[in-house]
């Protein structure tokens, strides 16, 4: 769960207590944000590190906030085709998550101990290879099986540009092995630059339809050894690091992955990793007084001897719950249990969301339609929600069976049309009023004309343009008592005035005669467009007539059509009529 480019993980708390003692140090501040008195609606994963690191006092003390511990967990083997099972401590924390009514997942990911670094070597081995990916997957699926855990988190990092199409295949892979119920989470390291996603091994959109959840590893902004001072995971980087994964996966799927801990950036050497307790003791112990910046949401201090140290810590952590309410995330992960305050159990603003299914419709004038509109609580307690409406035209009402529904619940909306309507199209904006606030969707009524009749055009008309040697033949079946022939070649016929109150797509039935014993070709063009073919099968003889429908696109008012077949040498099918319906498709 850590940034390619960030002080592993190993030994560095370590190191940070030996400092304790060196720079003596802290707090004029902060004790930790105490709990609120609701809980939050939004799933929380803490990550615990096996191996001792983390305790089972730990899990408790955030237990409350928490619905998922992460354990990390268990690493590739250098060849990329094996992983070990999760050792006795391991499933010591997944017990404790279990006894705590919590769920358990462990990390599988690339760190290599004898690099001392996560191993691109060894991930490459695995994820360009369907056979290192099959066994693979077979032994995490049998330690989830034999174990009970209740997923898996895929936690690689540095990983090859060229496996882009790997990672996505070994996530499906997993995920398809799991049996149901049971989770893939992805972690993923946070960018603000959309180029670097796929420079790192990342399909974004691929990998949010093939797993459950996508945590964004939205921290590690700054850090010792990579880059300068400055805070762990800021607010306003967070959340622009959050807009570009959202654009390619669904809100309802990522995860808000937040630091609780910290860095000092010392005048000389190299600066380590502080657990939040660790932070505030350097502060006092300093007796300096620690900065909370308010824009970035978290601590800042100079210690006397010039060392700058940020961290992020229980206070922080409200703030990142406001920020994922704002998109409407699935949850948020802390990094990590054994190093951080414990969560906070936060309240939320009650707030909700309302929707149309389906969203739009077509009439006739004088008929009707309708839709669900449903209320879904997205924070906080559920509510009542009043619905109204607004922007109907003149002769259109709107009606909702029952006009107050709980969140949760739906209401029966009905649009009912006047046959004086005129033809059009209108967006209706639904509004759902709560005693938290309101909220809208629009439904879209599309009015296409009066009533359901069609209207049929003679092809003998007066109107119609006749040139090239297309002339009028007598024809007693058919409904005019005439056709018009000799098409085709420049023989040619122009219907006008071909009229409809709306613009759409309309399945015009054209009435042909075909006395040959093939089926033969017409091409039709509306207002001069591209042309459309009709094909005619063959009739009695060619004083009888049938129909063949053609689907044409037609303009609100007068439109032309043109028939022809400037290629045809020989015969072409005469047209009797076209029927034209009063609603497009």
Known sequence: MTDTSRPLRVGVIATALLSLATLGVVVAMTSAAGPASAASALAVTGY????????????????????TVGVDGININSAGNSAPAPDSTTITLMNKAHADNLRAEFLVGNYSASLGDFDPTALDKLLSSSSNISKLVTSLVSDVNSQGWDGVTVDFELIPSNDKQGLVNFVKALKAALPAGKTVS????????????????????????????????????????????????????QESCLKLLLANVPAAKVDLGVAGYGYTWPTSGTGVQVTDAQARQ?????????????????????LKNGTVMWWSDAKSWPLRV????????????LWALDISDPIPVTSQTNDFSIAASPSAATVTAGSSATSTISAAVTSGSAQTVALTSSGAPAGVTVSFAPTSIGTGSSSTMTIATSSSVASGTYPITVTGTAASGQHTTTYTLTVGGTGG???????????STLAGGAAIVTCSACSGGARVGYLGGTGTLKMQNI???????????????????????IMLSVNGGTAVTLTGAPTANWNTPATATVTLTLAAGSNSILFSNARATGDVPDIDKITVPANYK
């Open 322 to 333: 406001t920020l994922a309410q704002k998109y409407s995330l699935h949850g948020m992960a």
């Open 48 to 67: 615990a590190e096996s191996g001792g690191a983390t305790t089972a006092a730990e899990i408790d003390a955030s237990a409350a906030a928490m619905t």
């Open 282 to 302: 350097m502060v006092q112990r300093d007796g300096s007084t620690a900065t909370w910046d308010s824009t970035q949401g978290e601590w800042t201090v100079t």
């Open 499 to 521: 009229t409809v109150a709306a613009a759409g797509t309309y399945t015009v039935t054209v009435a042909y005669t075909n006395g040959t014993t093939s089926s033969l070709k």
């Open 186 to 237: 992805v972690d993923v390291t946070a960018f603000t630059n959309a180029a670097d996603y796929p420079a790192n091994g990342y399909d974004l959109a691929a990998l949010g339809n093939a797993a459950d959840r996508i945590v964004l590893m939205a921290y590690d902004e700054h850090g010792p050894t990579w880059n300068g001072v400055g805070p762990i995971g800021g607010l306003p980087w």
């Open 453 to 463: 009749t069609s209207t049929a055009y003679e092809a003998e008309a007066s109107s």
